[in-house]
C-alpha cells in the first residue's frame, strides 16, 4: 500500500467526491427528466454525467502527482469483476442452453428481447476473453 500525497490540492477523497458526487448528479438528472417528462432532458443531463465523471475517474489518477487509487482499490476492483463474470457466467450456462432446448422442441419461441440478451453476454464473455488475453500478454 502507498501513502496518500497530502500535498497535492486533489486529494482521495476529493477525487471520489467528484467522480461519486457528479456521478450522483447524473443519475438524479436521469430521474428528475422522467419524472417531469423529459425524457431527452433527462438522458442528456445523465450522458454528460457519465462522461465527465469517467473522465474524471480516468484520467485524474494519470495527471494528479497524488496517489487517487492504490492496491486495495485494485484488490476491490479485480474481486468485484471476478464475481460479475462468475455470476453470469453461471447464469448464462445454466439459462441459455435450456432456452435453445426448449425452443427446438418447440415449447418456447425465443423473441427479440431474449435474443438482445443472449448477444449481449455472448458480447460481454468476448470482449472478457479478449481483455483477458490482453492482460495476460502484458504481465
Not at 26 to 35: H, K, M, N, Q
Not at 62 to 78: K, P, V, Y
Request: charged share 10%; aromatic share 10%.
Amino acid at each position: 500500500m502507498t501513502a496518500a500525497n497530502t500535498n497535492s490540492r486533489l486529494t482521495r477523497q476529493r477525487y471520489r467526491g467528484f467522480v461519486y458526487g457528479i456521478g450522483g448528479l447524473a443519475i438524479l438528472g436521469l430521474l428528475a427528466g422522467f419524472v417531469v417528462d423529459q425524457h431527452f432532458a433527462g438522458a442528456l443531463v445523465y450522458l454528460l454525467g457519465a462522461w465527465i465523471a469517467g473522465g474524471i475517474a480516468v484520467l485524474a489518477p494519470m495527471w494528479s502527482e497524488a496517489t487517487l487509487q492504490d492496491e486495495r482499490d485494485w484488490e476491490l476492483h479485480n474481486r468485484a469483476s471476478g464475481i460479475l463474470i462468475g455470476i453470469s457466467m453461471v447464469l448464462g450456462l445454466s439459462i441459455l442452453p435450456v432456452l435453445y432446448v426448449l425452443e427446438a422442441g418447440n415449447h418456447l419461441e425465443i423473441t427479440g428481447v431474449v435474443s438482445g440478451v443472449v448477444l449481449t453476454f455472448s458480447a460481454l464473455f468476448l470482449l472478457y476473453g479478449v481483455c483477458f488475453g490482453v492482460a495476460k500478454r502484458r504481465i
